[in-house]
Nanobody, 118 residues
Framework: QVQLVESGGGLVQAGGSLRLSCAAS????????MGWYRQTPGKQRELVAT???????KYADPVKGRFTISRDNAKNTVYLQMNNLKPEDTAVYYC????????????WGGGTLVTVSS
């Protein structure tokens, strides 16, 4: 199993920056893909960025050039640096870990709220 705890959300003005953290309960070397997703009321959860254990990175088009996903292996933590934030980035941000446990398992954190004011 993997427990994930997000932090770093908050209220920021448009154009500002935030850095989200996702701390995993076990070595992220053992996690195939870690990712950030976001969700707003009434909408499906959507991918923001993913980072594989091999270092492959993917970003959703709306955040390309503004958000950066990275990891600190020693701290078992994945980060999402968000720059030039826009009101449409307002959402609850979730961390997800995909492992090959039991043939493939997704684990989710509890989320952290990001609010961007105009």
């Amino acid at each position: 199993q993997v427990q994930l705890v997000e932090s770093g959300g908050g209220l920021v003005q448009a154009g500002g920056s935030l850095r989200l953290s996702c701390a995993a309960s076990r070595s992220i070397f053992s996690i195939h893909i870690m990712g950030w997703y976001r969700q707003t009321p009434g909408k499906q959860r959507e991918l923001v960025a993913t980072l594989s254990s091999a270092g492959s990175i993917k970003y959703a088009d709306p955040v390309k050039g503004r958000f950066t996903i990275s990891r600190d292996n020693a701290k078992n933590t994945v980060y999402l640096q968000m720059n030039n934030l826009k009101p449409e980035d307002t959402a609850v941000y979730y961390c997800k870990a995909f492992t090959f446990d039991r043939g493939g398992m997704d684990y989710w954190g509890g989320g952290t709220l990001v609010t961007v004011s105009s």
